[in-house]
């Protein structure tokens, strides 16, 4: 049964986390909305909400024969082992998964910098909160966690769990290049603040199957309706 | 082994989530910080920063033998058939830990309510944003949380999983009493919107062991340095 993943179309976003898995072992993966466009749509919207069939509330969802699976790390969570992607000991399995929900707190951080009051607003209704908040992330928050995984890695030599590439390794490739596109000039010095990050980033972005990937249309471009949005009146300097 | 637990003094937080899971099947578990004051601590902090032996971002930090988990879902997800509040099959494991991830990203944005510019500023520093960020979440996000994990229980049979008492509806008692200590008018007509999680949350509180644990000083009462916290002038008539 080949897997199914649902995500919203047009956008990176979490979804790309569950599709940088699948591309660099070469599983086989329906991307739903993207293939079957309204369709697809209106399929991942039947399985929302609540109540019966409907477990997930919100994307990315995954669909693995009658299994259905939402949140990205849960999602991982899931893969990992059955992709090769995860340390095989439980301990470690629960090491690599409190990193990966650490990784979603840190994406949901960088979101809120142009979301701080409500994603049901725009972002011109909230830009002086974003500024504000922005600011604080990029100043406090962002080198907090950016510190956190570089130790992580130089004590792993490289790898972010148990010695071994795993799915952490791909979400935290995907963490670096998000922040580069979102805010360049914040991060002009990273190689030299957090070299053992750089370090991940340069080899997981070499992998060959990713690498292909990254270069293909099927990843899709960053853009201003992701997670990390480059709005250049939100970045300082580095 | 006693399980050690990891938390910040003084407030419920998201160490809540574990104790409630501890105390409803009355397993002894040792609440470090509260214990052992400064020492515990600094033992905390020696389990945070990445790098070896501090494999933690942040509490709440859980402490079985050799084996140390971060993440408040993580650390259920650990726990839950260890201490019998999980269901039995795998892919049931993960609907659970994908609802309990669902509850960490609602108890964020009701974090965000009153920071949601930066956790490192104080609330009154930001509460022209926190009011607009609040009615937001009051009038959009919560009812859509709400409604979802009404719909999820009223499909179960007043359980969010498999039929089965598990964890996650220790959860839901916990964000409900905290919705409504924080928010009571919004929150007045709660039992006739969401029917099947004002039952669940008359449930759970009866449970003989929670209730009793409830009464007792090892509760910290809600108050304004938690998750929940009631400012007046966030509130609104719901």
New interface residues.
Partial sequence: MTYRLFYWPGLQGRGEFVRLAFEEVAEPYVDVVREDGPEGMAAMAALM????G?????PPILEDG??????T??IL??LGPRLGLAPPDE?LR??A??LQ??IA?FV?EAH?THH???G??FYKD?KE?AK??AT??LN??APK?L??????L??GDGFAVGGVHSYVDLSLFQVVVGLAYAFPRAMARFDERWPALAALTERVGRRPRLAAYLASPRRIPFNETGIFRHYPELDIDG
Avoid: M
């Avoid at 909400?49 to 019966?52: D, I, M």
């Avoid at 510190?147 to 992580?152: E, G, I, L, P």
């Fill in positions: 909400g609540g109540g019966e409907r477990p997930a509330f919100a009658d299994v259905v699976i939402s949140q790390a849960n969570l899931y301990a629960h090491t998964h409190g929900l650490t707190d949901n809120d701080p009051i409500s049901n607003l909230q909160a504000a908040c604080e992330f406090n928050r966690y510190a956190y995984f570089d130790k992580t130089a004590a």
